[in-house]
């Protein structure tokens, strides 16, 4: 998937990743996309939630061998 | 818009992984964009404290217990498996191992984040600390009036 910006979350755990994240997309405009690389299994659970509660969309989730490749579209 | 939803959290524990767990949840929260207030009481006093110098206070009972209550980020004990600082100085390690920040770095992100922290005057009272006692990062001082208008308002309200 394309994304205009990558966060890199490896190695961090909860709350971390969603702070960064909320932090991270300020920088953006609507409708750019975020990919966010992150290896605590929270994140399916979590990035799904902090969407839905902020209302930004949750493109999808990709996993491979542990890591986790987030894609969020700022929406508001 | 409408109104930010509310979290409010009472910490009414001097102790660090409650504490540590508190300010998990209101960086979680206000990262959601929640409003989040943080209300500190009794020994949750200790979180908030300064680390450095002492605490002034009047008359010997007073003076005791701010000695041996002496609090500050840094010097939170763990609720469990203190073992002297053994426990706390492991605990601290596994931290730095998964990169978790210390407490004093969550409590300047919540602050940066616009959480707001309310100290208990009532607990100030009893325990003989004065404003000069705490952090600069303390909003206001307040009683329970305050702390109920703004629980009234919470879609999320915890005690820990």
Known sequence: MKADATLDCIGLYCPMPIAQTANKLKELEIGQVLEILADDEGIKEDMPAWCSTTGNELLGIDEEAGQYKVYVKKSK | ?160
């Not at chain 2, 006093?45 to 701010?66: D, F, P, T």
């Not at chain 2, 707001?116 to 006692?133: H, L, N």
């Open chain 2, 1 to 160: 818009m409408a109104e930010k939803e509310r979290v409010t959290l009472v910490i009414f524990s001097g102790e660090l992984d409650k504490a540590l767990a508190a300010f998990n949840i209101a960086i979680g929260a206000a990262s959601m964009g929640m409003e989040v207030s943080m209300f500190f009481t009794f020994w949750g006093l200790n979180v908030i404290k300064r680390n450095e110098g002492s605490i002034k206070s009047k008359g010997i009972m007073r003076k005791m217990l701010n000695r041996m209550n002496r609090g500050g980020a840094k010097r939170l004990p763990l609720s469990k498996f203190q073992m002297l600082g053994l426990g706390k100085w492991m605990i601290g390690r596994l931290m730095r191992d998964i990169k978790s920040p210390p407490l004093e770095e969550l409590i300047a992100m919540a602050k940066g984040m616009g959480v707001k922290f309310t100290a208990c005057t009532t607990s100030m009272g009893m325990m003989g600390i004065g404003k000069e006692a705490f952090i600069p990062e303390v909003d206001s001082f307040a009683g329970v009036a305050t702390y109920l208008a703004e629980a009234k308002g919470g879609k999320v309200n915890l005690f820990i």
